[in-house]
């Protein structure tokens, strides 16, 4: 099990950063390996269960554990081919520029090749 965070900043506010977090149908227009999030909500809510569809219909389970809007926080939980991998997204700022973090839990296997997916992820999210 490992530990490792990315982050990204980019010049969109950390407000309409969140609001392409909180908009699940928004997930594939920053997210790259993103084809399609299918769950009850379209909103991000504590609780939310859900499968993400990737590339050549990869599907990956997940539960949201943890939301706080007034801290532009989340946390949630996927399930990679039976790898466990715990995910924290955190917002902040920069000067004027947003930041937003990744810290991931998991398997070294899952974890560390995803990182780069998911610097590239962070930076279209920051960019718009």
């Not at 504590?46 to 219909?57: F, I, S, Y």
């Not at 715990?86 to 930041?99: C, E, N, Y």
């Not at 937003?100 to 974890?111: F, N, Y």
Request: charged share 20%.
């Amino acid at each position: 099990m490992v530990q490792r965070s990315v982050a990204a900043r980019g010049r969109l506010t950390v407000e309409d950063c969140w609001q392409r977090y909180a908009d699940l149908d928004q997930w594939q227009t920053w997210s790259p390996q993103i084809r399609e999030v299918r769950a009850s909500s379209r909103r991000l809510v504590e609780g939310l269960r859900g499968t993400v569809v990737g590339p050549v219909g990869i599907q990956v389970a997940f539960e949201v554990l943890a939301v706080d809007t007034a801290a532009r926080q989340w946390k949630w939980r996927v399930n990679m081919g039976g790898a466990k991998v715990t995910m924290t997204h955190l917002l902040g700022t920069d000067g004027d520029r947003s930041v937003a973090t990744l810290i991931a839990d998991g398997p070294a296997i899952v974890v560390l090749p995803y990182l780069p997916v998911a610097a590239l992820a962070l930076s279209r999210l920051t960019r718009g």
